[in-house]
């Protein structure tokens, strides 16, 4: 079965310095793996997205992701942090040939002055 | 740019009213769906369509039914409102199939329902 952890539900960093937010995902198949940001009182907006290409994926506000098959992980790093940054952050699988996606439940970034 | 509306940001209902939610997009997108948003349990899938007048439960349909007449158009129903239907309701649209895969979602801004 297809699953989503996200190892930290919560998240502090202070402004200028890395962010690192953790994903493991167990999938039965070629995933593809996604990242969304959700700011307080909005819908979700994708940040990258992973589909079997480029195992280093590039997103936008400077965001970035590795799949990394052998650990069937796909961290999102930044390598400094915005106070515009501070939101919560899901990853996010799709199962193949479905239209399911499994989401993570969620890390909230807090990014100190 | 791509667009998923919504039609209400913040709704306000009493226990046993009907509310109807609708999402709208403008992309041509097959897929619709429906998550509703809790703290602490993510986002869980209500209903999904793939098409004009189809449609599928997801994991937690209780309580809900779903309407697509066209297209664009997505609607969720509440046939009675209660108390533990208070949440924010999540729109989203993909397409149905892509070269390569990762068919991406894109999101509503989102409802938060309040029911009292």
């Known amino acids: 079965a297809q699953s989503v952890t996200q190892l930290d539900s919560h998240v502090s960093v202070s402004e200028g310095t890395p962010v690192l937010l953790r994903c493991n995902y167990s999938?039965?198949?070629?995933?593809?793996l996604f990242w969304y940001v959700q700011h307080p009182n909005k819908g979700l907006q994708l940040l990258l997205k992973?589909?079997?290409?480029?195992?280093l994926v590039k997103g936008i506000n400077g965001f970035e992701a590795e799949f990394k098959k052998s650990e069937t992980s796909f961290h999102l790093t930044k390598p400094s942090a915005h106070m515009s940054d501070a939101a919560e952050y899901f990853c996010?699988?799709?199962?193949?040939?479905?239209?399911?996606?499994?989401f993570g439940t969620g890390t909230r970034l807090k990014v100190l002055a | 740019d791509v667009k998923v509306t919504q039609s209400s940001r913040y709704l306000v209902k009493r226990t046993g009213e009907k509310v109807f939610l609708e999402c709208v997009q403008d992309?041509?997108?097959?897929?619709m769906f429906w998550y509703r948003q809790d703290p602490g349990l993510g986002l869980r899938l209500i209903y999904f369509?793939?098409?004009?007048?189809?449609?599928e439960k997801g994991d937690i349909p209780e309580g809900y039914s779903v309407s697509r007449e066209k297209k664009e158009r997505f609607s969720l129903i509440l046939e009675s409102a209660s108390t533990n239907q208070t949440s924010m309701y999540l729109c989203?649209?993909?397409?149905?199939?892509?070269?390569?895969?990762?068919?991406?979602?894109?999101f509503g801004p989102g409802t938060r329902l309040l029911v009292l």
């Open positions: 989203a649209s993909s397409f149905l199939f892509r070269q390569g895969g990762g068919e991406t979602q894109y």
């Open positions: 999938s039965s198949y070629s995933p593809s």
């Open positions: 992973y589909t079997s290409a480029a195992t």
């Open positions: 996010v699988v799709k199962v193949a040939g479905t239209y399911k996606y499994i």
């Open positions: 992309m041509d997108h097959e897929n």
């Open positions: 369509s793939y098409d004009v007048k189809m449609k």
